[in-house]
Protein backbone atom coordinates (compact mmCIF):
# COMPACT_ATOMS: atom_id res chain seq x y z
CA UNK A 1 0.00 0.00 0.00
CA UNK A 2 1.14 3.42 -0.48
CA UNK A 3 1.21 4.27 2.80
CA UNK A 4 3.67 1.83 4.06
CA UNK A 5 5.88 3.18 1.07
CA UNK A 6 5.30 6.50 1.95
CA UNK A 7 6.15 5.74 5.80
CA UNK A 8 9.35 3.59 5.09
CA UNK A 9 10.65 6.14 2.76
CA UNK A 10 10.30 9.23 4.99
CA UNK A 11 11.82 7.23 7.97
CA UNK A 12 14.34 6.49 6.06
CA UNK A 13 14.86 10.24 4.39
CA UNK A 14 13.91 11.48 7.81
CA UNK A 15 17.14 9.68 9.44
CA UNK A 16 19.49 10.47 6.88
CA UNK A 17 18.27 14.39 6.22
CA UNK A 18 18.27 14.61 10.17
CA UNK A 19 20.05 17.51 10.43
CA UNK A 20 19.56 19.47 7.33
CA UNK A 21 17.45 22.28 6.86
CA UNK A 22 15.70 24.14 4.23
CA UNK A 23 18.37 26.70 2.54
CA UNK A 24 18.02 30.24 4.45
CA UNK A 25 15.44 29.16 6.84
CA UNK A 26 15.27 26.74 10.29
CA UNK A 27 12.81 24.59 9.11
CA UNK A 28 13.92 21.11 8.88
CA UNK A 29 14.66 19.51 5.68
CA UNK A 30 11.63 16.71 5.59
CA UNK A 31 9.43 20.56 4.79
CA UNK A 32 10.80 20.33 1.03
CA UNK A 33 10.84 16.56 0.65
CA UNK A 34 7.38 16.70 1.42
CA UNK A 35 6.27 19.23 -0.49
CA UNK A 36 7.70 17.74 -3.30
CA UNK A 37 5.79 14.72 -2.21
CA UNK A 38 2.63 16.43 -2.35
CA UNK A 39 3.24 17.70 -5.41
CA UNK A 40 3.49 14.62 -6.80
CA UNK A 41 0.12 13.37 -4.57
CA UNK A 42 -1.76 16.34 -6.71
CA UNK A 43 -0.60 15.41 -9.47
CA UNK A 44 -1.66 12.09 -9.16
CA UNK A 45 -4.95 13.53 -8.44
CA UNK A 46 -5.08 15.77 -10.99
CA UNK A 47 -4.29 12.77 -14.03
CA UNK A 48 -3.90 8.91 -12.57
CA UNK A 49 -1.74 8.17 -15.42
CA UNK A 50 1.46 7.70 -13.98
CA UNK A 51 3.08 4.71 -10.52
CA UNK A 52 2.33 7.05 -7.58
CA UNK A 53 3.98 4.38 -5.12
CA UNK A 54 7.06 4.70 -7.50
CA UNK A 55 6.93 8.33 -7.94
CA UNK A 56 6.14 8.72 -4.07
CA UNK A 57 9.40 6.67 -2.91
CA UNK A 58 11.73 9.16 -5.37
CA UNK A 59 9.77 12.40 -4.48
CA UNK A 60 10.79 11.51 -1.13
CA UNK A 61 14.14 10.34 -1.43
CA UNK A 62 15.27 12.60 -4.60
CA UNK A 63 18.25 14.58 -2.18
CA UNK A 64 19.18 11.68 -0.46
CA UNK A 65 22.54 10.45 -2.53
CA UNK A 66 22.97 14.44 -3.33
CA UNK A 67 22.86 15.49 0.12
CA UNK A 68 23.75 12.90 2.90
CA UNK A 69 25.41 9.48 3.10
CA UNK A 70 23.34 7.50 1.46
CA UNK A 71 24.59 5.46 -1.79
CA UNK A 72 22.42 3.79 -4.69
CA UNK A 73 24.00 0.25 -3.18
CA UNK A 74 21.77 1.22 -0.15
CA UNK A 75 18.51 2.96 -2.19
CA UNK A 76 18.56 0.03 -4.40
CA UNK A 77 18.89 -2.40 -1.41
CA UNK A 78 16.26 -0.99 0.83
CA UNK A 79 13.95 0.57 -1.96
CA UNK A 80 14.68 -1.29 -5.26
CA UNK A 81 16.85 -0.94 -8.34
CA UNK A 82 14.54 1.38 -10.53
CA UNK A 83 14.09 4.13 -7.27
CA UNK A 84 17.85 3.77 -6.52
CA UNK A 85 18.23 4.27 -10.26
CA UNK A 86 15.62 7.24 -10.43
CA UNK A 87 16.98 9.13 -6.98
CA UNK A 88 20.44 8.56 -9.11
CA UNK A 89 19.46 10.48 -12.26
CA UNK A 90 18.15 13.40 -9.79
CA UNK A 91 21.63 13.53 -8.27
CA UNK A 92 24.10 16.07 -9.76
CA UNK A 93 27.18 14.80 -10.51
CA UNK A 94 29.44 16.73 -8.84
CA UNK A 95 32.70 15.54 -10.59
CA UNK A 96 31.35 18.01 -13.66
CA UNK A 97 32.58 21.50 -12.27
CA UNK A 98 30.05 23.85 -14.08
CA UNK A 99 26.55 23.78 -12.40
CA UNK A 100 24.47 24.52 -15.96
CA UNK A 101 26.26 21.43 -17.13
CA UNK A 102 25.30 19.31 -13.92
CA UNK A 103 21.78 20.17 -14.54
CA UNK A 104 22.01 19.32 -17.89
CA UNK A 105 23.93 16.05 -17.66
CA UNK A 106 20.85 15.43 -14.98
CA UNK A 107 18.38 16.13 -17.15
CA UNK A 108 19.71 13.54 -19.95
CA UNK A 109 19.56 10.77 -17.48
CA UNK A 110 16.49 11.71 -16.21
CA UNK A 111 15.00 11.44 -19.73
CA UNK A 112 16.21 8.14 -19.87
CA UNK A 113 14.13 7.16 -17.39
CA UNK A 114 10.21 6.30 -16.49
CA UNK A 115 8.51 9.62 -16.74
CA UNK A 116 7.73 9.12 -13.32
CA UNK A 117 11.65 10.35 -12.51
CA UNK A 118 10.76 13.24 -14.85
CA UNK A 119 7.81 14.33 -12.86
CA UNK A 120 9.87 14.18 -9.76
CA UNK A 121 12.06 16.94 -11.03
CA UNK A 122 9.23 19.18 -12.44
CA UNK A 123 7.44 19.03 -8.73
CA UNK A 124 11.29 19.59 -6.97
CA UNK A 125 11.47 22.88 -9.04
CA UNK A 126 8.25 24.25 -8.20
CA UNK A 127 8.77 23.22 -4.18
CA UNK A 128 11.85 25.53 -5.27
CA UNK A 129 10.81 28.58 -6.70
CA UNK A 130 9.15 30.13 -3.12
CA UNK A 131 11.24 32.69 -1.63
CA UNK A 132 14.68 32.87 -2.10
CA UNK A 133 17.01 33.30 0.63
CA UNK A 134 17.81 36.89 1.27
CA UNK A 135 21.33 36.82 0.85
CA UNK A 136 20.79 35.87 -2.98
CA UNK A 137 21.83 38.68 -6.01
CA UNK A 138 19.43 39.19 -8.88
CA UNK A 139 21.82 37.41 -10.71
CA UNK A 140 21.45 34.24 -8.65
CA UNK A 141 17.66 34.50 -8.47
CA UNK A 142 17.46 35.10 -12.66
CA UNK A 143 19.79 31.89 -12.93
CA UNK A 144 17.53 30.06 -11.21
CA UNK A 145 14.69 31.03 -12.88
CA UNK A 146 16.68 30.59 -16.60
CA UNK A 147 17.42 26.52 -15.17
CA UNK A 148 13.44 25.73 -14.23
CA UNK A 149 12.92 27.22 -17.82
CA UNK A 150 15.05 24.38 -18.75
CA UNK A 151 13.57 21.83 -16.46
CA UNK A 152 10.28 22.66 -18.13
CA UNK A 153 11.68 23.05 -21.50
CA UNK A 154 13.32 19.18 -21.23
CA UNK A 155 10.95 17.45 -19.16
CA UNK A 156 7.33 19.21 -19.67
CA UNK A 157 5.98 15.71 -21.38
CA UNK A 158 6.74 13.99 -18.10
CA UNK A 159 3.45 15.09 -16.44
CA UNK A 160 1.25 18.41 -18.04
CA UNK A 161 -0.76 19.48 -14.61
CA UNK A 162 3.24 19.44 -13.34
CA UNK A 163 4.65 21.33 -16.55
CA UNK A 164 1.45 24.38 -15.77
CA UNK A 165 2.03 24.65 -12.29
CA UNK A 166 5.78 24.72 -13.18
CA UNK A 167 5.17 27.02 -16.21
CA UNK A 168 3.51 29.68 -13.70
CA UNK A 169 5.53 29.41 -10.58
CA UNK A 170 8.11 30.44 -13.39
CA UNK A 171 6.33 33.52 -14.12
CA UNK A 172 5.58 34.22 -10.58
CA UNK A 173 9.04 33.99 -9.67
CA UNK A 174 10.30 37.36 -11.30
CA UNK A 175 8.30 39.43 -8.63
CA UNK A 176 11.21 38.13 -6.15
CA UNK A 177 14.24 40.20 -8.40
CA UNK A 178 14.87 43.54 -6.52
CA UNK A 179 14.86 46.27 -7.86
Known sequence: MIQELYQKAMRYAGEKHAHQTVPGTKANYLLHISNVTMEVIIAHKMDPCFDLGFAVEMAILHDTIEDTDASWEEIREIFGEGVADGVQALTKNQTIESKSEQLVDSLNRIKQLDKEVGLVKLADRI???????????????????????????????????LSARLQKKINEYSKYIKE
Open 127 to 161: TNLQAPPNEWSNEKITKYQVEATLILHELNESNVY
